[in-house]
C-alpha cells in the first residue's frame, strides 16, 4: 500500500520549525487545506510543542489553539490530534478528529472510548521534553523501542483499539546514533506487522548531518528520510515539507515499478 503522508499543523507559538506561523485559526484552516491540496492525507492539529526543552502547555490553553481548527478541518479531511492530555484529546475527537497522535504513548484508553472510528499513534519518547535531551541512554535502541511499542500497542488492542500505529519518536531523548539506528532498522518496526509512523521532518539530527544546517534549510533531508522510510514499508509519514515529499516518494515508486520485472 503507497505511504501515506501526514501534514503537521502546529497550532503553537513556539514549535520548533512553524511555531507561531499558523496561531490564527483563519490562517491555520488555509493552511491545512492548502496541505490537502498537495496531497496531505492526514492533518496533524497540535497545540503543545514537545521540542527538547519545552514545557507542558495547559488543556485548557491546547483545547483554545486547536479545537477551532480541528472542527473546521474535519469535514475535509481525516485530522489527527498531537497531544500528551486525555482531556484535550477527548475534546478533539468531539470537535472531528479520529486519530490521537499520542507522544505520551499512553492515551490508547481515550481512543477505545470513542469507538471504532478513532485510531491511536503510540510514539516512543524516553524521559520528557524538558530534558529528554540531556544524556538519553539505551542498552540496544532498536529492541527497547520495539519492545515498548509492541507492548503498548497490544494493551490498545486488548482495550479494544481497531487501528494502532506505532512511532519510533524521532529525536525524542535519542542522539544522533540512536536516530541513525532506528530509521536503519525499521524494517524490524514494519516486521512487527503493525502500521508504522516516521516522523523525521525538519528535525535536529538531519541540521547536524547537513553541516550545521537551520531548520529551514532541512528540506534534502528531510525528503531522503520520508523517501527511506517508505522503502522500508512504513505506512506514514509526518512531514512539514507535504507537496515535496508527495513527489518525491511518487517519483521513487515509478522508478521502482518501472524496474520491477516480475
Ligand atoms: N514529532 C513531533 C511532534 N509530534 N508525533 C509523532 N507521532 N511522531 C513524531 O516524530 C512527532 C510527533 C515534533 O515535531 P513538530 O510538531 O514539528 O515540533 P514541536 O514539537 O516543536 O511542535
Given at each position: 500500500?503507497?505511504?501515506r503522508?501526514?501534514?503537521?499543523?502546529?497550532v503553537?507559538?513556539?514549535?520548533?520549525?512553524?511555531?507561531?506561523?499558523?496561531t490564527d485559526?483563519?490562517?491555520?484552516l488555509?493552511?491545512g487545506l492548502?496541505?490537502?491540496?498537495?496531497g496531505?492525507?492526514?492533518i496533524?492539529v497540535g497545540?503543545e510543542?514537545?521540542r527538547?526543552?519545552?514545557?507542558p502547555?495547559?488543556?485548557a490553553?491546547q483545547?483554545r489553539?486547536v479545537?477551532?481548527?480541528v472542527?473546521?478541518l474535519?469535514p475535509?479531511?481525516r485530522?489527527?490530534?498531537?497531544?500528551?492530555s486525555?482531556?484535550?484529546?477527548?475534546?478533539?475527537?468531539?470537535?472531528?478528529?479520529t486519530?490521537v497522535?499520542d507522544?505520551?504513548?499512553?492515551?490508547?484508553?481515550?481512543?477505545a472510548?470513542?469507538?471504532?472510528r478513532?485510531?491511536?499513534?503510540?510514539?516512543?519518547?524516553?524521559g520528557?521534553?524538558?530534558?529528554m535531551?540531556?544524556?538519553?541512554?539505551?542498552?540496544?535502541?532498536v529492541?527497547?523501542?520495539?519492545?515498548?511499542l509492541?507492548?503498548?500497542a497490544?494493551a490498545?488492542r486488548e482495550?479494544?483499539?481497531?487501528?494502532?500505529?506505532?512511532?519510533p519518536?524521532?529525536?525524542?531523548?535519542?542522539?544522533?546514533?540512536?536516530?541513525l539506528a532506528?530509521l536503519a532498522?525499521?524494517?524490524?518496526?514494519?516486521?512487527?506487522?503493525?502500521p508504522v509512523?516516521?516522523?523525521?521532518?525538519?528535525?535536529?539530527?538531519?541540521?547536524a548531518l547537513?553541516?550545521?544546517?537551520?531548520?529551514?534549510?532541512?528540506?534534502?533531508g528531510?525528503?531522503?528520510t520520508?523517501?527511506?522510510?517508505?522503502?522500508?514499508?512504513?505506512?506514514?509519514v509526518r512531514?512539514?515539507?507535504?507537496?515535496?515529499?508527495?513527489?518525491?516518494?511518487r517519483?521513487?515508486?515509478?522508478?521502482?515499478?518501472a524496474g520491477s520485472?516480475?
Amino acid at each position: 500500500m503507497a505511504t501515506r503522508v501526514m501534514g503537521v499543523l502546529n497550532v503553537t507559538p513556539d514549535s520548533f520549525s512553524d511555531g507561531g506561523r499558523w496561531t490564527d485559526p483563519e490562517r491555520a484552516l488555509d493552511r491545512g487545506l492548502a496541505m490537502v491540496a498537495e496531497g496531505a492525507d492526514v492533518i496533524d492539529v497540535g497545540g503543545e510543542s514537545t521540542r527538547p526543552g519545552a514545557e507542558p502547555v495547559s488543556d485548557a490553553e491546547q483545547c483554545r489553539r486547536v479545537l477551532p481548527v480541528v472542527e473546521a478541518l474535519a469535514p475535509q479531511v481525516r485530522v489527527s490530534v498531537d497531544t500528551r492530555s486525555a482531556a484535550v484529546a477527548e475534546a478533539a475527537i468531539e470537535a472531528g478528529a479520529t486519530l490521537v497522535n499520542d507522544v505520551s504513548a499512553s492515551l490508547w484508553r481515550v481512543a477505545a472510548d470513542a469507538g471504532s472510528r478513532v485510531g491511536w499513534v503510540a510514539m516512543h519518547m524516553q524521559g520528557e521534553p524538558a530534558t529528554m535531551q540531556v544524556d538519553p541512554r539505551y542498552g540496544d535502541v532498536v529492541s527497547e523501542v520495539q519492545a515498548f511499542l509492541v507492548a503498548r500497542a497490544r494493551a490498545a488492542r486488548e482495550a479494544g483499539v481497531g487501528e494502532v500505529w506505532i512511532d519510533p519518536g524521532i529525536g525524542f531523548g535519542k542522539t544522533l546514533a540512536h536516530n541513525l539506528a532506528l530509521l536503519a532498522h525499521l524494517g524490524d518496526l514494519v516486521a512487527t506487522g503493525l502500521p508504522v509512523l516516521v516522523g523525521a521532518s525538519r528535525k535536529g539530527f538531519l541540521g547536524a548531518l547537513l553541516g550545521g544546517a537551520a531548520v529551514d534549510d532541512r528540506l534534502e533531508g528531510s525528503l531522503a528520510t520520508a523517501v527511506w522510510s517508505a522503502r522500508q514499508g512504513v505506512g506514514m509519514v509526518r512531514v512539514h515539507d507535504v507537496a515535496a515529499t508527495v513527489d518525491a516518494m511518487r517519483l521513487v515508486g515509478d522508478l521502482t515499478r518501472a524496474g520491477s520485472r516480475g
